[in-house]
């Protein structure tokens, strides 16, 4: 049944969608709406003055007093102003269908701000209103926003021929549509994926997956930044140097160089290398280069105090890789330094996936007799499985950690904890992240350990 709300505000980590207001009509017209980059495959012209953004806000908060209206301002938090927008263009209330319409600044491209937004508004939707299919659709020759359609889980239908008119005038139509029973299944992303080794797997993965956002988008999310960074902080000494291998979209090496720290960064996948870049001021003194885990030969031996592999052993299916990988870490690393491993665990993941995913228990990709998952795309570790490679790659071990614990299982509970509260949680989680009748339990494993002697 649907239960039509209206243009409620909602937040993400980076945004705020909230209602247009008569003072949006400038930095509407100044962020996006004047720019013909943005409108050219739009259905609406580009604006040629303020004036004209002025009317399009009228009519919207006209409409805002119906419950069926949603039209939201994308707002980015950073700058504290609109620099898109996002709504609902059709609806089909008898088949509890909504259709999406966005656009965003050319400014803000290419940064998973779109995929953001949409998701929220997908959520919103499908939890808040009731809506049973979400759909959207794009002129073919503008692939990009199909791929936010993409990262979204919405699953491509096929293309209508000359079926729409836009800015270009008469062009074909790509559909997309996602339903509540596909919502948040985390299989979608992986369809269609064709690659011939690691590297490229690692590619496809990121272009597919918003790794920006995966440890501060919520309150269980954030658990496992912030146990890492304690186990981090117990071996930094003053003047320290980090080397981030595998760095992602930055959120370690960020938060190290902006606490004084000498910080190198390599990250393999396209995709993390330009969110890296986005969040980069030049008050950033961070060494960011793109390359390989397996090859480091551009650092010097013995060199860091700190190694992060905080994303090479998602990856690498090959124990041959792994050992490779591990050994170029042992040889930059000092011989008194310290290597952090960051594994996915394989047993807390079928419990998550089942929360998800209600049918993961009896239908899901994992081996139903050894609960052994399936190493795609992703690569999963038992904790003695994680034991094993470092004491073969010559490791020494010094602590063993659950990362974020039961956080991703219990992601409403946390979420929803006051500030208070999940303080509390923290510190209840830090006292039994290192009890080894918990550290099975746990989406993510953190091993700390330096080369043997």
């Known amino acids: 049944m649907l239960t039509h709300k209206g243009t409620q ?28 980059e943005v409108t050219k495959y739009l259905t609406w012209p ?69 995929t953001e937004a949409l998701a929220a508004v997908i959520e919103y939707l499908f939890t ?48 997309y549509a996602i339903l509540r029973s596909e919502w948040k299944k985390p299989r ?44 981090i902080e117990k071996h930094l000494t003053p003047g320290a140097k980090i080397l981030d291998v595998g760095a992602g ?20 996948a396209d995709a993390n290398i330009a969110a890296f870049r986005a969040k980069m001021t030049d008050d950033d003194p961070i060494e960011l280069v793109q390359g390989n885990a397996l090859d480091l030969s551009r650092y010097e031996s013995d060199s860091f105090d700190i190694v992060l592999l905080f994303g090479p052993l998602y990856h690498l299916h090959e124990e041959a890789d792994k050992l490779q990988c591990i050994e170029e870490a042992k040889r930059v690393c000092k011989p008194d330094g310290k290597i952090f491993f960051a594994f996915i665990s394989n047993d807390m993941v079928i ?17 139903k007799e050894t609960f052994r998952l399936d190493d795609f795309p992703f690569v999963f570790h038992t904790p003695n499985r994680c ?15 659950a990362s974020d614990g039961a956080s991703e299982l219990l992601q409403d509970l946390v979420n929803g904890l006051d500030d208070a509260a999940y303080q509390q949680y923290l510190r209840f989680h830090f006292y039994i992240c290192e009890k080894p009748e918990f550290l099975g339990m746990s989406n993510h494993l953190l091993f700390v350990g330096r080369p043997k002697s």
Request: aromatic share 10%; hydrophobic share 30%; proline share 2%.
């Open 9 to 36: 505000t909602i937040e993400t980590s980076r945004l705020i969608l909230r209602r247009a207001v008569r003072e949006d009509a400038e930095p509407m017209f100044r962020n996006w709406a004047s720019d013909p």
């Open 188 to 231: 979608h992303f992986t369809e269609g994926i064709a690659y011939t080794d690691d590297a490229e797997l690692v590619q496809e993965v990121y272009r597919r997956y918003d790794e920006d956002s995966r440890l501060n988008k919520s309150k269980a999310a954030r658990v496992e930044f912030l146990t890492t960074v304690r186990y």
């Open 351 to 367: 419990l998550t996936m089942q929360r998800c995913q209600e049918d993961y228990l009896m239908n899901g990709d994992y081996n």
């Open 249 to 268: 979209a930055g959120e370690y090496s960020l938060y190290f160089s902006r606490k004084g720290y000498q910080v190198s960064a390599l990250e393999l």
């Open 46 to 114: 580009t604006h040629s003055n303020t004036t004209v953004s002025e009317m399009v806000i009228g009519s919207w908060l006209q409409e805002y007093e119906r419950d069926n209206y949603y039209q939201w301002m994308i707002v980015l938090k950073e700058i504290g102003e609109p620099i898109g927008s996002i709504s609902v263009v059709r609806q089909n209330d008898h088949v509890q269908e909504a259709e999406i319409g966005y656009c965003i600044g050319s400014r803000w491209w290419h940064q998973g701000i779109m």
């Open 387 to 401: 034991r094993e490679l470092l004491d073969k790659a010559g490791v020494q071990i010094c602590h063993e950690v």
């Open 128 to 175: 808040e209103v009731g809506m049973n299919r979400v759909a959207a659709r794009h002129d073919p020759n503008n692939p990009h926003s199909g791929g936010v359609m993409r990262k979204c889980g919405m699953k491509y239908e096929g293309t209508h021929r000359a079926c729409d008119r836009n800015n270009q005038g008469i062009c074909d139509a790509a559909q």
